[in-house]
């Protein structure tokens, strides 16, 4: 079902602090951002964009891949996950 964007806002803004308890619910394997990061083989000095970043989790990983010369950006539509 479509949603128009300020739905989608208001709705992300409310799971917000549920996101902890949805990982534990869903059995996330231990290590599981890590690895996704790993398969991106970024590069030192490499730029990283990840498009809704939700809370954030996966970016300590994205930037530890690239180092502190490169750069990690995240976007989110929701203010209240980032």
Do not use: N, Q, W
Not at 1 to 17: E, G
Not at 24 to 51: M, S
């Amino acid at each position: 079902m479509d949603c128009d964007r300020a739905t989608v806002k208001r709705r992300y803004d409310r799971l917000t602090k549920f996101i902890p308890l949805f990982d534990r619910l869903l059995f996330l394997p231990p290590g599981l951002r890590r690895r996704a990061v790993e398969h991106l083989r970024l590069r030192a000095g490499e730029r990283a964009l990840e498009i809704g970043c939700g809370t954030g989790i996966g970016l300590a990983y994205l930037s530890d891949a690239v180092g502190p010369g490169g750069r990690v950006y995240g976007v989110d539509l929701s203010p209240g996950m980032l």
